[in-house]
DNA sequence: GGATGTCGTACTGTTGAACAGTACTACACT
DNA sequence: AGTGTAGTACTGTTCAACAGTACGACATCC
């Protein structure tokens, strides 16, 4: 694979799933479609063997659906799928709202300073990994790195989602409506009143699924 | 690799990945010890592509840690690992009891009468499939299929410890406590007393944990 | 005409050998 | 001590090959 810098930081096999990922997420690669080893291999230049490396990536990441002797097939953003997505969301960050300690709360503190600093960059990704960063902060108080970790698999896909939704959803473009809506939670958090803090966040997250979806029915249709 | 029968059910790959899990779950491959490819490809006579595919999924199921250039080196099953793997399990399966309702109860009681079946078989691998597949069961409840497979994953390397508690814990030799433990939660979740149902879930699963641990400490020692 | 064989093609699964690049160790030089 | 300098042991990646499997097309049989 091409490597413009002498250095090298990533591998060819993560840059190869990451390319790949996004070409799934932004529909590039239709869902269902079957990933060839060899025509990968053939139009990256680079090794089947290391296509198929990656492939295992995407597969553990939830991207594609390995069969026997069939290979790789993609697998797309249908509702269902954006629905198990946010869905577990919900259940981790309304566990981790619930359970919050005091002393617990400075790094989703942190994040959420982090956060307001951004919005106003209209810097889509900054924004994007400034939202994710605070919900993961948030799950980062269940103090479990196991589950820290499925939060970050799930991240990686929300990211494409959402840098969708900032682009294109008007309403993003007022960062005080980004702003708010972590507000309520970071309100509630500090006030100690987490059973009202997993309410705001549900329907914090509740939200932004039903604009995914809409825009992505409008998308499609 | 070997294969007795004409059919092949599994991939090399996979065959590979569950023998390495099951060398690192068990304690054959140390903690912190490197995975040197070509070694482990020596030793089963497969290929060292191979063996790169098997690490991969290792490594996304958490079993090892893998550095660029450096190769991937075990992870182990300390306490702090295991307790981040019970808690993530208390963290599902409560969420999915609260959110229980009627129609759904069906596989759990099918996943029950399994494990009740099975309870005097005294064949451990079998009882602990059970009792993986009723907890599995009651997450399934979620209809998530994201949280199902990160159950999964856990579950994989819960298999090993459980195996390890059924042959050696004297408590698992009367079949009835196996059952008892999950026949509080079986009772509940038909009265419909959800909250009650998911206490006893999340007690039963800290009493095992700390039945795992003890016997972790007890053999490290 | 529908069920059942049989081929051929297009892949996947797996191997073995090769080579460049990197980490780590030991040893020499100042 | 502090800094080169090999040397060694792997990893990262590629390539070419072959066996085995899935699937579609076509032929056969009743």
Redesign the interface.
């Known amino acids: 694979m091409i490597e413009g810098q002498s250095f090298r930081r990533?591998?060819t096999v993560q840059q190869l799933a990451d390319w790949l990922a996004e070409r799934i997420l932004s529909g590039a690669i239709t869902p269902g479609q079957r990933l060839r080893e060899s025509a990968v291999a053939a139009e990256l230049g680079v090794a089947r063997?290391t296509v198929?490396?990656a492939v295992?990536?995407l597969e553990?990441?939830?991207l594609v659906r390995h069969e026997?002797n069939r290979g790789a097939v993609a697998v797309s953003p249908t509702p269902?799928?954006l629905?198990?997505?946010y869905?577990?969301r919900v259940?981790?960050e309304?566990?981790a709202l619930r359970s919050a300690t005091t002393e617990q709360i400075g790094p989703v503190e942190k994040a959420y300073a982090q956060l307001l600093e951004v919005a106003d960059s209209g810097n889509a990704h900054r924004i994007v990994s400034a939202d994710l960063a605070f919900h993961g902060a948030i799950i980062g108080m269940?103090n479990?790195?196991?589950?820290l970790?499925?939060y970050e698999q799930?991240s990686r896909e929300l990211h494409f989602y959402l840098m969708y939704l900032v682009v294109r959803d008007r309403e993003f473009e007022q960062s005080s409506i980004v702003v708010s809506g972590h507000r309520t939670i970071m309100d509630a958090l500090r006030a100690g009143n987490l059973e009202q803090a997993a309410a705001e966040a549900a329907s914090h997250i509740e939200h932004n699924k039903a604009r995914v979806k809409a825009l992505l029915a409008s998308v499609v249709s």
Chains 1, 2 share one sequence.
């Open positions: 990533t591998t063997n198929r490396e295992r990536i553990l990441g939830g026997v269902e799928v629905d198990d997505l869905e577990s259940i981790l309304c566990t269940l479990n790195s196991r589950v970790s499925f799930l």
